[in-house]
């Protein structure tokens, strides 16, 4: 009988352990799918700046070879169609080249 009492209380403390370690596990699972979440959210908010980065036009300034953000560069518009220029200097020489 002794025997069996002891066997019940291993046992009880074996199951009673698992369930504190299970209920520990848990615990830092659940905060690990946080952690996922708020990566997965930084992501997306990565991803929807660099789209919206991309999303800006870009142009070519044919007088020193370069491209540039649209809203960023001088402008000549011409019958066929608007120039670009990364500076004021640019778009001299261009309306100079021209003439
Ligand atoms: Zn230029």
Redesign the pocket.
Known sequence: MDFMMSMVRIMVIFYMVRMIFSAFSRRKNGRAEVEKEKDAAHINRVTEEQQEKTAIETVY?K??D?YLPKDKAYQVVEQEGTQY???W??RQQYIHQKN
């Open positions: 300034d007088v020193c370069v220029f990364c500076s200097d640019c």
